[in-house]
């Protein structure tokens, strides 16, 4: 179970002058849009709405209370999905994605001054095919594939390749996980170089 008056007090911005500040930072994820056409407008839309929804219901499940909790709608107030639909955007590479979070094009995506949630989600061709799965993808924004090529190739090829795919339902304990483990550690791990597994929650 998550304290959500501990979750609050955790999205608090620190200071080094003033011992309490006021001001909370927004927890949630920037999502790109790389497909675009006709059958894909309805599902962006049934997606972001989805997402919603299931954060939500899954902020007070995490966290064990009710909607009328106070503290808890504290915590979701502070929730943001931005939401970067431009079809400038079409056909990008997770890796042309990685460098516009980098580089903030667009405007400052979300966390990208917290180092353990320099993440962002994915609605592209694959996700967006599927009206009826919700699933999304799942990027680390400072991905180096370099730094994952294994050096003894006896022990197995490389086994993780910066992102995983994800239910929708599950960005809200992605977050807590976030908090105790980077995505290398928590993605499952591919067999030469497809997902054959979902990330499920087992913490949360």
């Known amino acids: 179970m998550v304290d959500a008056a501990e979750w609050h007090e955790q999205l608090r911005y620190l200071s080094e002058t003033v011992a309490i500040v006021d001001d909370f930072r927004n927890w949630g994820y920037t999502i790109y849009r790389t497909a675009y056409g006709p059958s894909t407008d309805q599902r962006w839309q049934q997606l972001l709405e989805k997402i919603q929804t299931q954060a939500y219901a899954a ?3 995490v966290c064990k209370t ?3 909790d106070p503290t808890v709608q504290q915590v979701w107030s502070l929730f943001r999905l931005d939401a970067r639909s431009d ?3 079409k056909g990008l590479s997770m890796e042309q994605l990685r460098l516009l979070y980098r580089n903030g094009d667009g405007g400052v995506p979300m966390n990208a001054d917290l180092r ?5 989600l994915l609605a592209d061709e694959e996700v967006l ?3 009826d799965a919700f699933l999304v993808k799942c990027v680390e924004a400072d991905y180096e594939a370099a730094d994952h090529v294994p050096r003894n190739t006896r022990l197995g090829g490389q086994r993780y390749f910066g992102w995983m795919p994800m239910r929708s339902a ?3 304990e992605l977050w ?5 483990n980077d995505l290398e550690r928590i993605a499952p791990r591919t067999i030469a170089g497809s997902h054959l597994k979902i990330w499920e929650n087992v913490a949360w």
């Open 59 to 61: 902020t007070l499940r």
């Open 66 to 68: 009710t909607a009328d």
């Open 87 to 89: 079809p400038a955007l």
């Open 116 to 120: 353990s949630h320099r993440v962002f």
């Open 129 to 131: 095919s599927d009206a």
């Open 170 to 172: 599950e960005i809200v």
């Open 176 to 180: 807590k996980e976030l908090e105790f």
